[in-house]
């Protein structure tokens, strides 16, 4: 361990930092009660985003040692080595150590700073002062720079061959641009990676720039679309009773996917006592599941087309996961989720969208 039990001793006095966090545990029988899973989790995250830290569990909030039963230490021993290792991506390689203070036990954990950008199923974080927080795209980009990411171009910050500024749109660019970056928006838009020289020192747009602002991307990048489909029953075999192609730039692409969504879904009602509707899904979990799928589809793959398809009917429950993509193992395209996050189509979130296009008018 790297630390000693004069040091907890010492910072248990100090109170929480950007180095330490204090978490009190309680248990309901063998369960885990408190704090919850998905909370610990994105603590361990926020450390291994930053700095690396210390996360001591069986502390309460003024620095007191609850003291551990022999079989809660091994219970939490295995919730957070299950978290790091299983539930947040990439994984954590964390170090625990049973430790005894005073006659009582507590659980040390030792978080190494990560290697690369660590999300956890609440979303990004990073560890600032005694406390985690959201990062934002920008922070996420400026990690990834920090951590080298930057030297190796992801596949959707390389050229496309053929291609250049005019292939991009400004009615599509131009909103990602402050004015002053508008007067100059050749400079803006390499700094944003959305055009970049290719070996011969030309000018091309690149695969982020095609997508999110050329008006037919698929022109390019084949499989840069979304198969969307409405059957008469359970799976392909009971016909199709609605089906699109869509196409253009990756928010029309989100607004057509919901408005296809919305137009083939049920929608019961009750009364309360006015009339209350009861979509069959619900709008911020699809949104979610749409730009999910939208911002992390691998575009190296020539048939990397989203396929939505739509049962009928289809039993939605809240809470999970609605997968729209089988592209399985698609990589992360850090720019394009950067740009989603600073464009106003949303302000890009893992978990959770705030903010939702109109179907009527695109975004």
């Known amino acids: 361990m790297n630390h000693s039990a004069n040091e907890i001793r010492r910072q248990l006095r100090l109170g929480e930092d950007s180095q330490w966090e204090f978490k009190q545990v309680a248990f309901s029988g063998k369960r885990l009660k408190s704090p919850r899973r998905g909370d610990l989790a994105d603590e361990i995250a926020a450390f291994a985003n930053a700095r690396g830290g210390v996360l001591l569990l069986g502390v309460t909030d003024p620095g007191e040692i609850q003291g551990l ?6 219970a939490l021993d295995a919730i957070v080595t299950e978290l790091s290792s299983d539930t ?20 040390v954990a030792e ?25 934002t795209s920008d922070e996420r980009l ?29 009615s599509l660019w131009k909103p990602l641009l402050s004015a002053e970056g508008a007067a100059a928006p050749q400079v803006s838009l390499a700094k944003l990676a959305l055009l970049a020289s290719d070996a011969s020192g030309v000018q091309r747009a690149t695969v982020a720039g095609v997508l999110l602002c050329a008006r037919a991307p698929e022109r390019w990048l084949p499989g840069a679309r979304i198969t969307a489909t409405q059957y008469h029953g359970r799976d392909r075999a009971s016909g199709q009773a609605d089906a699109q192609e869509i196409t253009g730039p990756l928010d029309q692409q989100i607004a057509s996917a919901m408005a296809f969504v919305t137009r083939n879904m049920r929608v019961a009602a009750r009364k309360d006592p006015a009339r209350v509707d009861l979509p069959q899904y619900s709008r911020r979990a699809l949104f979610e599941a749409v730009v999910n799928a939208v911002a992390h589809r691998d575009y190296s793959m020539h048939r990397s087309a989203i396929r939505q398809g739509l049962p009928q009917p289809v039993q939605f429950v809240p809470g999970e996961e609605l997968r729209l ?14 740009i989603v996050g600073r464009s106003s189509l949303v ?8 903010r939702e296009p109109s179907p009527e008018n695109g975004a």
Do not use: C, N
Request: hydrophobic share 35%; glycine share 10%.
């Open 111 to 135: 978080i190494p700073q990560g290697e690369w950008q660590h999300d956890s199923p609440g979303g990004s974080f990073v560890r600032v002062g005694g406390s985690k927080r959201r990062m």
């Open 88 to 107: 947040i991506k990439p994984a954590v390689r964390i170090h625990t150590f049973h430790e005894e203070l005073d006659g009582k036990a507590l659980l």
């Open 325 to 338: 993509t089988d592209a399985e193992g698609a990589e992360r395209a850090m720019r394009i989720v950067a």
């Open 142 to 170: 400026r990690l990834a720079q920090r951590l080298g990411q930057a030297r190796f171009p992801s596949f959707d910050e390389r050229v496309v061959p053929e291609t250049g500024f005019r292939t991009l749109e400004e």
């Open 69 to 74: 039963t022999r079989r809660e230490l091994v």
């Open 347 to 354: 302000e890009y979130r893992r978990v959770g969208a705030e």
